[in-house]
Each structure stands twice: as structure tokens, then as C-alpha cells.
């Protein structure tokens, strides 16, 4: 946006204003107007009325008569800019008060401006592109738009005209809600305050909004918004009308020839995980990593009690909410359950539930009798729930990301943006959050010519790389080991004890602690026997090797080693167990296996054994191990203590 187009923005909140103090034939006002904010008392010089300020000021007039009145409006323009209502987006409800409705507009409309006054500083350069077409409106699609909107006040000129084009009805709906974070919750997003960005934008007196605020989640003042998909939209929506951008519902563009045909422009791809944009146009995903299975993952869409609200969640033994992972515990083995996460809203109460890798949702018998013991085990019912009543949708996750995500085709310069160029997991805020962070870091860039397209995409890739890395790591480990990943942290389960507890990166990366289905084939654990004056130093951790001789020729020799050496070959991390004087005491994983002979052991092996040098190390050998001749085969296995 311009000088000019945003001094239409100014003035049509200035004539809105005037409008509350001045009332018409179709605008009785007995409240007084609100206060105006300082932004709004700018003194911008008058201007001749133009029609869009014309049409907002009928808006306003139209939407607060339709208030006073109480009487349901259709969906229109007007109930897009001052909706109160908090069940319907389009109607307002009769203790909406005017001065409410209209307080919360100005306020909204003023901090917008605030927003466009900040980002308006002067660019010297003439902007890259004449125009700016963005083909699909969800979420990311609106984001683009917005922060490509607010970044045209830098422009002194020629501001390149916005359209977004939207294959969709503007009346739609859409079942999912969005957890908008602060910074500090926000690590995937590198820490971006994507809440902090729509709260510039006016979404805090978006009062309609059927939102919830989680306050304080992580201890250090973070903040989570949880909001439906559809509000979020109808807000950008409403920024975007404000902001004087050209929204088309019902219009999939002829891509890409239609955008081809448009001289300097920039076409922002947002059309979702299916993108049919970047398929016209032929853009590659990357290949997913072969053995990198889909998250499974089911929603479950519970009936609400008649006034919305959600069945009553049960407490643990701490009265606590039975948290998201605590299914690992009960519902791995029968169900393959790792973990549910409960998102109950008004009117909205839905179980997400994650699966491990091996099971197969195709089985629908599989499929409801997980859903009706993850509703037994979290739920409490005064009446028991028929689980045929639940509606189940398969949203498995894969994160798929096109290798290409900018540059330029014949006469077409695009980006891709959103699901369309990294399709999302939704649990860990990559969706929305990532999306308003990226948006922010790279769009002014390449609008102020910092950036060519091409270059876009090798910045962006990068990011969208290690992010693909993250959430194809939180897949395997949470669906192929029934582990804990939270942010950087990741937790194994001791099953006895129904808790968790923190582990290395390198061990989990290295397999321990990984939980398989007993369901599934798994090896046959193996004894690995000691003296018992090695207990103590085994449990404590001080000991984690032992040297064996495996040659039955020799006393005392194990050649069932030889058969674990072998296994381990093709099967690191074999479990096994320890014992002393035939009691187990403690489940241990074989770390690796090294193999020598009596003759090329060091004084290094000897002091990993808690001797001096070889030669102490060696005679003790001889005291257990008799003939040791200096060519015996000798194994070192190294091992960690997993279960105590
Ligand atoms: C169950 C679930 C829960 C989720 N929870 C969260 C969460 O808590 N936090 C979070 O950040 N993310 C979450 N997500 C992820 C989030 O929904 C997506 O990342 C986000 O919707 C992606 O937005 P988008 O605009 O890229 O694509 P979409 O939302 O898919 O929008 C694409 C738009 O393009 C339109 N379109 C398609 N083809 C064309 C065409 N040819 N021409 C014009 N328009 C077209 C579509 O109609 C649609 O409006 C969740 C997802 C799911 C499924």
C-alpha cells in the first residue's frame, strides 16, 4: 500500500468516526462514539470522498443500524467488519450494545492503522512488482496477503495491486482450530510471537472470536490462543478488506496462464497440501525418506451435551487431567495408541489420537474399539456414550516439501507458501505459527527487491528443511518407539512406573529405550551373566563394557556370544538382561560389540576394565579364562543399563 491508499485507510476510519457523531437517516446513535484512539486523531489532511470510503462508511452505517435493531444480517461485507455474536459469525446477538460493537471496531480498526503507520517507512526503490496475485485464501494465503499489504506502505509508488484468488464459496466453514503461540512456546517457529503479529493486526478485540487463551502454559509466561480455522480466516479477511485488497471468492484462477499473462507480477502459491498450482506447474516434492511412514493419526469428533460443552475429562490419581501421552501407557499394546490429544471447544469436542507406525487403521475393527477404550479411558459419562455416534476423519500426517519453492517459469515469478510447500504437523505448530514466522522473515525481502525469487528459494529451502528434519524425527520416534518428544527434549517410558524420563539425543538417536508392540516379532532376550561383585558398578553406570572369551575350548568360555556378536551385526541394540548368581537384575541394550585377541588387547581396553594396563588386565583374564593362549578370540561388548 501507498501513501495514498493508506491515507484512504486513515480517512475512512476518520469518516467512520465522524459517521458515530454524526447521524444519518439510517444511523440513530444515542451512545456516544468511543473514545478515538491517539492514532486516529492524526491530523491527515481531508480528501475528497472516494467510493471505497463511501462503501465502508455505508458499512458501518448499515452494521450498527442492523445492531440496534438486533436483526440477523446476511452474510455481507458488514457482518464481516462489526460481527459480536459469539455462537454465529453473521448475526448479532441481543446483548451485543452498540457502543460494544463499535468500541471494539474502532479499536480494531485503529490498531491496524498503528500497524500500517509502523511499517510505513520510506523506500526509495521502486517495488519489483506491478502486481501481486495469491491463488488460494486459507490461512497462509491471507497471512501472505496481509504482510505483503502492510509492507506496500514502504512503497512511495505505483504500489503493486493485491488480489487473492479462492477456488471456495466465502461462506464456508472449516472443522479445525489453530494454537496460536507466543514467542516463548513457539521454538519450531524460531521463536516468532505469531500471536503478538495478529494482535497487531487487531485480532485481541476480535471478540467474537470463540477463542481460548492458555496463559502461562510453559511456566515462563508463554502464551497459546486456541481459535477456530474459520475465525482466524474471516479476521485476515476483514484486515484484508480494510486494508483495500481484492479478495475473489469462487475463482480459482486459470493457473498459471491467466497469472502468466499478468506483466511483472509476483504469484504467491498458498493452495493448500494438494496444491494443484504446483502440479500445473510442475514442481517436484522432495523424496520423503524411505522408511518414513505417515504419523496415523485419527480425529475423533464427539457428540456435545446440548449446551455445548464437552463430556467432563477424567483425573488421575493426582486429580489431574489425564495427560496427552498417558494413553502410551495403557493403549500401546492392545491399540497401538500413543498418545490423544483432547481439543474440546464450545460446541467442538474432538480427540486427536496417534497411532504407532505398525498398525493398520485400514481395519476398521481395529480402528473402533481404539476410539471406544481412548473414550472409556479419558472420559467420564453419566450415561455411557454410544461410540457409534463417533465420526471419525483420517488426517495421517506426512510431511512432504517441494524442492523448488520460488523462482521463475516463462514470465511467471512465484513462491509457494504454506501446506503447498511444507505440509504441516499440525500438533507442533508447524501449520499456522511457521507460516506467519516465515511470512514475516522473507516476504518484505523479496518485495523490496532484497531478494530475487530464485534466492527465496534457496533461503526458505533451508529452513524448510531442518524443520522437515524435526518433524520427521518427532514421527519416527513417537510412532516407531512410543517415546516423548517435547520441543528439544526427548523422554523414554518406564512402563512400571507410568512415567516418563529424560534421555540423551544420542541414545535415542542411537535406539535405546525405543518401545516396540509385543504384538510384533521381537527378538528373544539374552542373559549376560556376572560375577556379583560387578552389580553395584553395572547399576551405577561405572561399568558398561565386559570382555568375554567365547571359545568353549577355553574354561569358563561362552559361545552363545558368538551368536549375540552375529545378531548384532544385522540388529544393534539387541536387548538383553544381566544376572548374577542366576538373578536378573537390571535389562541392558548392547551398545556395540568390538572383537580381538588376547594378544591385541591395549592398555586403553584395560583401563575401560578398571585396570592399571594390559598386562594386570590380561592375568586377571587368565584367572577366570583357562588356557588363555594370546590368539583366543576376544569380544568387548559394550552395553547401557536401561531398566534397573
Ligand atoms: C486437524 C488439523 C489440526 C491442525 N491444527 C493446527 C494447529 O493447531 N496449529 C497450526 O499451526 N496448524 C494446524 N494445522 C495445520 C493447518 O491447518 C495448515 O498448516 C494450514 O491450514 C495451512 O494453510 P494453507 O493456507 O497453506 O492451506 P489450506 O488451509 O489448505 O488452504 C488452501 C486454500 O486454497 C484454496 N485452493 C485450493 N486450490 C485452489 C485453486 N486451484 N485456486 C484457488 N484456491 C484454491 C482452498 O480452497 C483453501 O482455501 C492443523 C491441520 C489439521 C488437519
Known amino acids: 500500500m501507498g501513501p495514498t491508499s493508506l491515507l484512504r485507510v486513515v480517512l475512512s476510519v476518520i469518516l467512520v468516526a465522524l459517521s458515530f457523531s454524526q447521524p444519518d437517516e439510517t444511523c440513530d446513535t444515542n451512545s456516544a462514539p468511543p473514545s478515538l484512539p491517539h492514532a486516529l486523531s492524526l491530523n491527515t489532511p481531508q480528501s475528497p470522498l472516494d467510493p471505497s470510503i463511501a462503501a465502508l462508511k455505508r458499512l458501518y452505517q448499515v452494521g450498527l443500524a442492523r445492531a440496534q435493531n438486533n436483526a440477523n444480517t446476511n452474510h455481507d461485507w458488514t457482518s464481516l467488519l462489526i460481527n459480536s455474536d459469539v455462537s454465529s459469525e453473521f448475526s448479532f446477538s441481543s446483548s451485543s450494545s452498540a457502543s460494544n460493537l463499535l468500541s471494539n471496531a474502532t479499536m480494531f480498526l485503529n490498531t491496524l492503522i498503528e500497524t500500517s503507520l509502523k511499517a510505513a517507512t520510506t523506500n526509495p526503490n521502486p517495488p519489483p512488482f506491478q502486481s501481486i496475485n495469491v491463488i488460494g485464501a486459507g490461512p497462509v494465503g491471507l497471512i501472505n496477503a496481509v504482510v505483503a499489504s502492510l509492507h506496500n506502505s514502504n512503497s ?8 487473492i484468488y479462492e477456488k471456495r464459496s466465502e461462506n464456508f466453514d472449516r472443522d479445525i482450530w489453530f494454537d496460536v503461540a507466543s514467542s516463548s512456546v513457539n521454538t519450531l517457529s524460531r521463536n516468532y510471537d505469531s500471536l503478538n503479529f495478529l494482535r497487531s493486526l487487531g485480532l485481541q478485540y476480535a471478540t467474537h472470536l470463540n477463542s481460548t487463551i492458555h496463559a502461562n502454559v510453559d511456566g515462563a509466561g508463554g502464551t497459546i490462543l486456541t481459535l477456530p480455522c474459520s475465525g482466524l480466516q474471516r ?3 476483514k484486515v484484508l478488506i480494510i486494508l483495500d485488497v481484492d479478495i475473489r471468492f469462487d475463482s480459482p484462477p486459470d493457473t498459471p496462464r491467466a497469472l502468466l499473462a499478468a506483466p511483472n507480477a509476483l504469484t504467491i502459491i498458498s493452495d493448500g497440501a494438494n496444491s494443484q498450482t504446483s502440479q500445473t506447474l510442475s514442481l517436484e516434492h522432495s523424496p520423503t525418506p524411505p522408511d518414513t511412514p505417515p504419523h496415523k493419526t485419527v480425529i475423533a469428533h464427539l457428540p456435545s451435551h446440548p449446551d455445548g460443552s464437552c463430556p467432563a475429562l477424567k483425573k488421575d490419581a493426582r486429580g489431574k487431567v489425564i495427560d496427552p501421552y498417558f494413553p502410551g501407557f495403557n493403549l500401546f499394546e492392545p491399540h497401538g495408541i500413543t498418545s490423544v490429544f483432547k481439543r474440546f471447544f464450545h460446541n467442538h469436542c474432538e480427540l486427536q489420537i496417534f497411532f504407532s507406525s505398525d498398525v493398520d487403521l485400514t481395519l476398521t475393527s481395529n480402528l473402533d474399539d481404539a476410539v471406544h477404550d481412548v473414550v472409556y479411558l479419558l472420559l467420564e459419562f453419566s450415561t455411557p456414550l454410544d461410540t457409534t455416534s463417533v465420526l471419525i476423519s483420517d488426517f495421517s500426517v506426512l ?15 512465484y513462491i509457494v507458501v504454506g501446506d503447498a510447500a511444507l505440509s504441516a504437523h499440525y500438533r507442533l505448530g508447524i501449520g499456522v505459527n511457521y507460516n506467519i514466522f516465515l511470512a514475516n522473515t522473507f516476504l518484505p525481502k523479496l518485495l523490496s527487491g532484497a531478494i530475487p525469487p530464485s534466492q527465496y528459494s534457496e533461503q526458505v529451502s533451508e529452513i524448510h528443511v531442518e524443520t522437515q528434519k524435526i518433524m520427521l524425527r518427532y514421527i519416527k520416534f513417537e510412532s516407531e518407539c512410543n517415546m516423548v518428544l517435547f ?4 523422554f523414554a517410558r518406564d512402563n ?16 535405546l529405550y525405543c518401545q516396540k508392540r509385543q504384538t510384533k516379532k521381537v527378538a528373544k532376550k539374552i542373559p549376560l551373566d556376572f560375577h556379583p561383585q560387578f552389580i553395584d558398578a553395572i547399576l551405577g553406570r561405572q561399568k558398561t563394557l565386559t570382555t568375554r572369551i567365547v571359545s568353549s575350548d577355553v574354561k569358563g568360555g561362552e559361545p552363545q556370544l558368538e ?35 588376547v ?44 531398566n534397573k
Do not use: C, M
Open 487 to 490: 520441543e528439544d527434549l526427548v
Open 235 to 237: 479476521f485476515l479477511h
Open 156 to 163: 512511495n509508488s505505483n504500489s503493486p495491486r493485491i488480489t
Open 563 to 597: 551368536t549375540i556378536a552375529k545378531i548384532l551385526e544385522t540388529n544393534p541394540f539387541y536387548e538383553t538382561f544381566v544376572t548374577a548368581d542366576n538373578e536378573i537384575f537390571a535389562d541392558i541394550v548392547i551398545t556395540g560389540v568390538e572383537e580381538f585377541t
Open 496 to 511: 512400571s512406573k507410568k512415567d516418563y524420563f529424560e534421555i540423551d539425543w544420542a541414545d535415542a538417536n542411537a535406539g
Open 599 to 642: 594378544g591385541t588387547l591395549t592398555d586403553r581396553h584395560a583401563q575401560d576394565e578398571q585396570f592399571k594396563d594390559k598386562e594386570v588386565f590380561k592375568a586377571k583374564l587368565k584367572e577366570f579364562y583357562k588356557p588363555l593362549p594370546e590368539n583366543e578370540k576376544v569380544f568387548i561388548f559394550k552395553f547401557k543399563v536401561i
Open 399 to 413: 510431511p512432504k516439501r517441494l524442492t523448488n519453492v520460488g523462482g521463475q517459469l516463462g514470465g511467471l515469478r
